[in-house]
């Protein structure tokens, strides 16, 4: 009986550490699997084996679509009656509307990008014609840039259009602009431009790629290249630097629109066209209208926005892929918001439109 009593296990033993230990490593697995991220989800898009799949991650889509609900519409107003330009003065940009139909756009626009200041945040509420302030100055030329994309970019936007809730999401600057960056900050040295390089942004990720890849693509309009068609020395004459600046652009993209590279690319050959799916081909109109809407729209109003407004080296605030889209592969997840606003979807008659006819 002594015998028996004394075969108990002793909590010095080999036995009870090696249970102990094996009770923690359950108790961290449980922890850990509490914490576990959502597994992701796969979506085939080409031939099996020849890694043609968009990857998702449940937990970030549901907040992605979340993000990009759109907003209510205000029931349209009657065409008939006077025209805005004959109740209002200087109204340069919608004067054909109806006045139902101006006063509904201009309350959409209010809800759109200044819910919070209403209208004193574009115009002088004691004088709502004047032009003093240059929030309305920009107010009326992003109007004619939003018709202007509904109307020259279909190749990009198609028939879902944008209105200015698509940039600004219910504030009064859109979350996602960029302004050209400081490449030497500390000065030039001996190794001359490094473009931005081993300078962690988060527009690349925080990775070692130059860390402005817009203004390359989206104002300048260099070559983007990666792998050029013939090996050095016979006509390949693609550097280093435009490779990163390549991948810099592409990081953006990719996260912008939360899709990986085979939503562009066949990965049988990146720079393949031929059997490249057809949303490379409306992201080429993408990148082009960026660029036309920096140069045309953005760039000229260099001298109305107030230093406060500009970027670090006194330019103004530019659009790139992120302004739309949001992280949805389709800005407001494809909502077409335009349809509802026909005002917005070819250019209105300005006033000396009206005045030639």
Known sequence: MKNLMNTHVRSDSPTTGFLFKLMGFLLMGLLLTGCE????ESVQSGYRGTGMAQVYNPRLLEIKTEKNQPPDVIPAADAG????????????VLGDLS?????????????????????????????FADDSKYTKVVARRMTEMTQHINAEWQPHVAQTGVTCYTCHRGQPVPSEIWFKAD??????????????????????NLSSLPNDPFTPFLLESKNIRLAGPTALPSGN??????????????????TSLGVNCTYCHNTQSFQTWENSPPQRVTAWHGIRMARDLNLTYMEPLTEVFPAHRKGPLGDVAKANCATCHQGAYKPLNGAPMAKDFPELLKPALTASKVAAK
């Open 37 to 40: 991220r959502p597994v992701p």
């Open 183 to 204: 490449h030497q900050p500390q000065g030039s040295n001996f190794m001359g431009d490094k473009a931005g390089q081993n300078e962690p942004s988060p527009v690349v």
């Open 99 to 127: 006045v139902g139909q101006f006063t509904r756009l201009m309350v959409s626009m209010t809800n759109w990008v200044a819910p919070n200041e209403g209208c004193a945040y574009c115009h002088n509420v004691a004088n």
């Open 237 to 254: 004459r693609q550097s280093i630097k435009q490779a990163e600046w390549t991948h810099g652009l592409m990081v953006h993209m990719s």
């Open 81 to 92: 009656g006077p025209k805005a330009s004959e109740v209002y003065k200087n109204v340069k």
